[in-house]
């Protein structure tokens, strides 16, 4: 019992000293090429309103919560929610139905903020690239490097889902 007692504590150790080590700040980068203008990608991007349609939360928690302000397109709008991690909320503070959006992003009732976009890149007339990104610091002394390689994982995830179901409307809807 005491060798494992003493493998536990070392382990510990060795974790918490790798966690002093691993970086804080986290860089998500996910995109996909759709068969369609900005513009018409954008109607479903850039209105608050249609983000039901595709994005992803819902299905990863059914009891989220989502409360969309009056203003639901163009710089301002904003959105929030509550769910099973505490809930966030975003606000959009860049708008373009040819280069896409740029929005704020705050976790667990702004403990954590980070700087999200959704942007367009037109290859051709009718194929865009879209590319969902996501930037910021989980500032947590030795867990905050664990969280950010788990966003890799779990937010990449997500956005690489919202990204196909957004493609799969978008072509839908011509």
């Known amino acids: 019992m005491k060798k494992f007692l003493s493998f536990i504590f070392l382990l510990i150790i060795i974790l918490g000293v790798i966690g002093y080590f691993l970086p804080t700040q986290y ?3 996910k995109s996909i090429v759709i068969s369609s203008s900005s513009t018409h990608i954008h109607q479903y991007v850039g209105d608050l309103q249609k983000w039901d349609l595709w994005t992803p939360w819902k299905g990863e928690d059914p009891d989220i919560v989502i409360s969309i302000s009056e203003k639901t397109t163009g710089i301002g709008a904003s959105q929030s929610w509550q769910d ?13 139905p040819e280069n896409g959006i740029e929005y704020d992003l705050y976790f667990q009732a702004g403990k954590y ?21 996501m930037q910021g610091d989980m500032n947590m002394p030795i867990i905050g490097g664990y969280f950010a390689l788990f966003m890799q994982y779990s937010i990449g995830s997500m956005f690489q889902q919202g990204l196909d179901q957004l493609k799969l409307i978008v072509e839908q809807d011509k």
């Open 27 to 29: 860089t998500i980068n």
């Open 84 to 96: 099973k991690h505490g809930g966030g909320s975003l606000t959009f503070t860049s708008w373009s």
């Open 113 to 133: 903020k980070c700087k999200s976009a959704i942007k367009y890149n037109t290859t051709t007339e009718t194929r865009t690239k879209v590319m969902w990104t």
